[in-house]
């Protein structure tokens, strides 16, 4: 599509201007073989008519290349600027778009979110029926986590360390979203990252479990990959702050951490 416009820019119309046909009166009185003029006599008062008008600058007949006076790599690189901005709002609205919730991630996320709400809610004061308000920004975000994870399970039972192409699509619908809701700040961007390093540790410490003996493994990578596990406590603890309208409290994040670790390897237990 860029291609054909560019070239529709470029080259030059074929067809020739329609110019009204004159009345006979302007026919007899036009420049060329007047009546009872022999045919060079017509021809000579002709070419000095078009002269008079080429010196004068009032000729009708277009000169080559008047209608690109524009410079037509300058038109080319706008219309393709022009198609560049359009294809990327295009694909940013289609990525934000993208279906990414099945109905087994909303089950899996229900009882992420009941805890969540019971347990956080009450840190910043809020009443708990105030989840109504956030309900599908929340709800969108946890599930598609839980999408994501479903995905990067069916990678490591299979061995492959290697996450699909449509992992990385609902990764880009759920930054996209986060990035429409300007909830997409550098806290936020930090914890998923976080999630995207638990993931592919995921993957490749269960590869190297799959085999005996297992290969590359120690308790170290173990632990890193686990201390990662509450990602998604993390970032829906923070964009409860920024839907509230409430400063991060850091010595608060802090003691939660360990609160979702501990949780995390009682649950692993």
Known sequence: QILAMASQQLAPSRKRPRVARPAK???????????????????ARGKRARASEDASGGSLRPRPGAALATSPVSSMMATLEMLRKRNANSDQEEMAKLRTISYRSLQRAQTTIEDFVK??????????????????????IEATIYELDELNEDQTRLGLE?????????????VRVLEQKGLYDPKVR??????????????VVCKALSKQPAEDFSLENALSVSLNKSFDYR???????????KAYNDDLFEVMYYNEHLVDIADDL
């Not at 009166?25 to 021809?43: F, H, L, N, T, W």
């Not at 970032?235 to 309208?245: A, D, P």
């Open 25 to 43: 009166a302007e026919v007899d009185a036009a420049p060329g073989r007047g009546k009872g003029e022999s045919k060079s006599e017509g021809s």
């Open 119 to 140: 347990s956080y809610y009450c840190l910043h004061a809020l009443p708990l029926t105030s989840f109504l308000k956030h309900f599908p920004i929340l709800i969108f």
């Open 162 to 174: 290697k996450s699909p192409a449509v992992f990385h699509r609902l990764h880009g619908a759920l």
């Open 190 to 203: 930090e914890e998923l990252k976080k999630g995207m390093d638990y993931w592919k540790g995921e993957r």
């Open 235 to 245: 970032i829906l603890h923070r964009l409860l702050c920024l839907l509230e309208n």
